[in-house]
């Protein structure tokens, strides 16, 4: 990489890390960092676990305001209004008419029922639903009930004046059927919902003033209703002196100043220990837009619902991150954002030590990411880690008397707080979503997840397939190398999956010409027919044929890239030998005979480089012992180490050793020798024959 490139990519990163650092702040809450952490945590009927909290300044002291506003409903009394004189006289109006209808009714007697009438009127006719009230308002003076009438008893009055079966009382009768008895006293409901509105609100009202300095509860106490209204108003009281005296400017730089050390010190580690990484620039960009794009939306759902971030599956990031890049990288950006995020949650040191813990569960658990068996088995530890930091936390911070009341806290009302685990359940459930996650950054950034790579290993692959049916000596040199190079991988810590696929893949431009290539000729070589630079393009071509053939089939770049790299910019010996032993006068430009790829630019890249050529090599060893094949492996590797092939390579030279070292023994067992059978020496029991056979097999 250039100067220039490097120092563009380098500010580049720069703005991206400011960029973060400005929306992570934007989006984090503002008074929240102001209000103690007691004032936000204690719930109503449970032990206080903090310190002995005292009253910061005087604030009112409320009774118990559920019982107050109990007492208040209650003891109250409705409204209740006589109907207007309009009324009163239309239905006396109606009772001189009916008595008057009535003359065979003696006069004395209808005086009497008119005199009754009246007096039940004004003393006032009530319902039954209201007779069952013990006292009544009437014209702002409490009345019991029991002084009222009600049309029953009107009607009973009237009976005993009279008789049945007289006229009488067919006159009684028309006065009942006119409704004249009806109740004249109704409820004003307008007028009662108002007073008792007054009534709640009064019964609401704080009773006197605890002073500043007043002990409000001790540590290990219960939070009553009453003292849950005074830590209330302590807490509303805090929030409102806040917004009087804070502009928040100072929240803010603080938070910001939080957020910047944070990202900077993610900025630090990808530089100084991840230098490939930093200056990937689609890397970069995906790990920062990742880590703010979580860190928003924690933000964001903890304004709403704060008691719901233990829904938000954390442990997503580093499965993701540690599928792209490596477990370090996972793990700090984990805690980069483990330690923002603190800001919004509720209790801040469960809440580093649970996601700390989850994290490392996630990376030690998806570092080989290639089963479904993986994302199960992470998923169980995810809820085992949460679950075990939530039940030793409780036990720290409530402080229980007995085994009992640990498993009260968590069973019976009013904690109730079972639901957490359940929380915990469906955020391990929820990192199922990593597949579709790893699938959108794939095809948004490029990338190659390992379960990517399996699928490529998979010698079912059309190009496979094709490679296998139309040069199946390639084929098994492919097979062979890959063998190789993942021994060797393994050994130096490189991506072995990554290396299978590339070795498996890196020849696949030879199926266009394969009867030009050794491993598949039989007999018959074209070569002997076509001049040295003629030879020489052919076998270069292969390299070009194979990226052809690979985009078209839409293999990921990481893939294309062992095909490009695999030679480098190597040179076909063998046929510029044999152009310089035709032109023994002339200088033969090396440039024809030279393969135009990219140098190996990785560690897995180079292993095959490596292993392709030793693994063509050996094969033409007469006498393939330990030897010889050691020697023919230190020649080749020498060789492009001489010829500056593994210059860009990101391998050191004990990292070469091991590649040989293992390249050595993996040959060792492919070509080892076997005893040679006695054809001439015919077995004299069935036992000795058998056992000569398992000797056979035995050193196979």
Known sequence: MDKKSEKFKLFANIGLIVLSVLLVTYFLPETELQIPECLRSYKVDTKWAYEDYKAPFDVDHYPDTAHAVKKAKDEFVPIYERYDEVSRLNRLSALDTIVKAHSEVPLPLRMAVVSKVKECLDRGIIDESTRKLKVISENDENKPTAQFYTTEQVMKKLAIICPANTPAAKMVSEIAAEELLAPNIGKNDARSAKRLKVAIESARLPDGIVPKGSLIIRKGDIVTPEVANTLGQCYSKTVEINEKESSHLWSWLGQCALVSLMMA????????????????????????????????????????????????????????????????????????????????????????????????????????????????????????????????????????????????????????????????????????????????????????????????????????????????????????????????????????????????????????????????????????????????????????????RATKAKLPQAIIDFIEQHHGKGRTKYFYAMACKANPDAEVDPTPYTYTGKNPQSKETAIVMMADACEAATRSLKNPDEATITGMVDKIVASQLSDGLLDEAPINLREIALVKQAFVNRLRSMYHQRIEYPDDVAPRKADAADATADAVEAQS
């Not at 794939?442 to 997840?449: D, Q």
């Not at 074209?526 to 003629?534: F, N, Y």
Request: glycine share 4%.
């Open 265 to 548: 010190s993610f900025f630090t580690f990808m530089y100084l220990f991840r230098n490939r990484t930093f200056f990937n620039y689609r890397k970069m960009v995906f790990l920062i837009v990742l880590i703010t794009v979580f860190i928003v939306m924690v933000e964001i759902i903890s304004v709403r619902l704060w008691w719901q971030i233990y829904l938000v599956p954390f442990a997503l990031v580093p499965i993701v991150i540690t599928t792209f890049t490596d477990s370090r990288t996972a793990f700090f950006s984990h805690m980069v954002m483990v330690v923002i995020c603190s800001i919004v949650a509720k209790d801040r040191a469960e809440f580093i030590i649970m996601q700390f813990l989850v994290g490392n569960i996630a990376i030690a658990s998806m570092h080989e990411f290639s089963r479904r068996a993986h994302l199960i088995r992470c998923a169980f530890f995810v809820f085992l880690g949460y679950t075990m930091v939530y039940l030793s936390m409780t036990a720290i911070n409530k402080n229980f008397s007995s085994f009992t009341e640990f498993l009260n806290f968590y069973t019976d009302a009013p904690y109730n707080n079972w639901h957490n685990f359940l929380k915990f359940a469906l955020n391990a459930g929820t990192l199922a979503f990593s597949y579709v996650l790893i699938f959108l950054v794939e095809k948004l950034f490029g990338f190659t997840s390992t379960m990517t790579l399996v699928e490529l290993s998979d010698t079912n692959h059309p190009l496979l397939r094709e490679m296998s049916t139309r040069c199946s000596g390639t084929f098994q040199h492919s097979l062979q190398v890959a063998n190789l190079a993942c021994e060797a991988a393994s050994d130096i810590g490189a991506n072995v999956q990554l290396v299978r696929a590339g070795a498996l893949f890196h020849d696949v431009g030879k199926s266009e010409n394969p009867a030009f290539f050794t491993e598949n000729q039989y007999g018959v070589n074209p070569h002997d027919a076509l001049s040295p630079i003629q030879s020489a393009q052919i076998v270069i071509n292969h390299v070009s044929d194979g990226v052809k």
